[in-house]
């Protein structure tokens, strides 16, 4: 089942002092890459965010893949770093409608787009809010708001 349009978006500060951080801002792709970098109690204060966060670099491996994200997919981080992310990770969005934007909006210069998936790990009728947004130094945020 969709998110509503007006739903409100999970927003947090994921550390003390750091800047709320919302699946919808305009600047997520900044936000999250100046997260990266910040020390957090459990480890990188992307991991306290209330939605997925998987860092796909220029080459389309995963590098790094937040503790929401294993917790809530059901997948372990240490087996997900590293992968091939369409071809090992997530075959099923290897697809016009997710991969094909991505590559076209990376070629216009910049990638902010969103889709809504149906399929988890461990739940395949779950719904996810995708978004993938341009991350610095190449490559992207791959951001999932699970319902």
């Known amino acids: 089942m969709p998110?509503?349009?007006?739903?409100?978006?999970?927003?947090?500060?994921?550390?003390?002092?750091?800047?709320?951080?919302?699946?919808?801002?305009?600047?997520?792709?900044?936000?999250?890459?100046?997260?990266?970098?910040?020390?957090?109690?459990?480890?990188?204060a992307?991991?306290?965010?209330?939605?997925?966060?998987?860092?796909?670099d220029a080459a389309g491996r995963v590098a790094y893949y937040s503790a929401t994200e294993s917790r809530q997919s059901g997948l372990r981080a240490h087996n997900a770093v590293g992968l091939d992310f369409f071809a090992q990770l997530a075959p099923c969005m290897n697809t016009p409608r997710v991969r094909g934007r991505i590559v076209e909006a990376a070629q216009r210069?910049?990638?902010?787009?969103?889709?809504?998936?149906?399929?988890?790990f461990a739940d395949p009728d779950r719904f996810l809010r995708v978004r993938v947004v341009s991350a610095g130094g190449g490559g992207y945020w791959h951001c999932h708001l699970r319902e």
């Open 3 to 44: 998110i509503p349009d007006d739903a409100p978006s999970p927003t947090t500060a994921p550390v003390p002092g750091a800047p709320a951080v919302s699946f919808d801002d305009t600047d997520l792709g900044a936000r999250l890459d100046a997260l990266l970098s910040l020390p957090s109690a459990t480890g990188s």
């Open 46 to 56: 992307l991991d306290a965010l209330p939605f997925g966060v998987i860092r796909v």
């Open 109 to 120: 210069g910049a990638v902010d787009i969103e889709v809504g998936h149906t399929g988890d």
